[in-house]
């Protein structure tokens, strides 16, 4: 199974054509001309996912250090002035490409604009910049995303025998345009749903800058609104997640009211294995760090690849080339698969009381 989804995921970097010679429109054919290759790479924060810095840094940081190219990797800790200033002390170091998560499409876009006004080839790393002026984007799928989260909590309703279940929404941040393309994915599957009075829709609010500390207020909230009749909750990502379950906790709710997941993150699937989260999804961050590598690569030396797919952006009214990769849906039998593709480790996950819970998951 493992193998399959690594040849779907793979197919997007098979796609990247040959190298040309970078024309007018890509703005970075002054980068490779008279400068040294050097890339800058501005992450979004270390609070909202332990990706970021646990796996993102890691396997950019590999595939530039395999390729041989000067590189800067910063990370904005969620400060939107920091970002720019980031950046604009990147551009004046001479990097020739630059690759950033943005923090909202707003900054996204001045820090492009301006990249792009000195010659600097850019890309949208995981987040589509609204607007913005970036070469590539470089993401998952992320309406699938969403779309497994929407399956997955109906999964585990269906499982857990809630007649006319309350769902209630703990969506991502409102300025990141992923956690839309998120509750787009997730609604076409609830919806419906709701519509036909299979489910009820209970509260639904975004949270503040993907911040799990207010999650877990806004979810407690959601808990004394509905008189504790929550059957079911689709939080955006696992730390929305488990700061659902540390209220469920406090309610003894917890292990029976499914929540789900993203990003597959080490108390991710902890919370999956004792029975408190019913799934999370699983983006190979390698696959998605080494295809903006080698893109970033390629334009850092004054050079392009062809991606053979683009994503529209409707509020600049172009469409961005584009490498979206193929998300998995992961539940407690498959946890296994994310430790033997390498994105966390058995020693991390299966710790203290884990160990026997792994044991029962089949992991060896």
Not at 127 to 138: I, M
Not at 232 to 245: E, H, K, P, R, S
Not at 269 to 287: E, F, H, P, R, S
Not at 323 to 331: D, R
Request: charged residues 25%; negative net charge.
């Amino acid at each position: 199974m493992r193998k399959g989804f690594l040849a779907v995921g793979t197919v997007g970097l098979l796609a990247l054509g040959s190298l040309t010679a970078c024309g007018d429109e890509s703005g970075g054919d002054q980068a490779g001309s008279d400068k040294t290759p050097k890339i800058g790479v501005i992450l979004p924060d270390s609070k909202s996912s332990a990706r970021w810095e646990g796996a993102d840094r890691k396997f950019l940081q590999a595939a530039f250090e395999a390729a041989g190219v000067d590189y800067d990797i910063q990370n904005a800790q969620g400060d939107k002035t920091q970002f720019q200033t980031i950046a604009d002390q990147m551009i004046t170091s001479g990097v020739t490409a630059l690759m950033i998560v943005n923090l909202d499409s707003g900054t996204g876009k001045a820090v492009l604009d301006k990249a792009k006004s000195q010659g600097v080839a850019t890309i949208d790393y995981d987040r589509l910049t609204l607007g913005g002026s970036a070469e590539y984007y470089v993401s998952f799928d992320n309406e699938a995303v969403g779309k497994l989260q929407g399956e997955g909590l109906a999964k585990c309703l269906t499982d857990q025998k809630a007649e006319k279940p309350v769902v209630a929404y703990l969506n991502g941040s409102p300025t990141d345009n992923n956690a839309t393309l998120f509750k787009n994915g997730y609604d076409s599957v609830l919806k419906p749903k709701f519509d036909a009075n299979e489910y009820t829709k209970g509260p639904d609010q975004s949270v503040p800058d993907w911040d799990n500390a207010q999650a877990a207020t806004i979810f407690e909230q959601m808990l004394t609104q509905t008189g504790g009749k929550i059957d079911g909750v689709l939080a955006a990502n696992d730390g929305l997640g488990n700061a659902a379950i540390s209220v469920l906790k406090k309610n003894k709710l917890n292990g029976k009211v499914p929540v789900t997941g993203q990003d597959a993150t080490t108390q991710g699937l902890q919370n999956i294995l004792a029975g408190d989260q019913c799934m999370t999804v699983y983006k190979a961050v390698k696959q998605e760090a080494d295809a903006a590598a080698e893109l970033a690569i390629a334009l850092a030396k004054g050079e392009r690849k062809e991606t053979g797919q683009t994503v529209k952006d409707p509020e600049g009214n172009r469409d961005v080339p584009a490498v979206l990769l193929t998300p998995q849906a992961i539940y407690k039998e498959n946890v296994k698969d994310v430790i033997a593709d390498g994105f966390v480790t058995k020693e991390e996950v299966c710790t203290g009381n884990f160990a026997a819970l792994c044991t029962e998951a089949g992991i060896s």
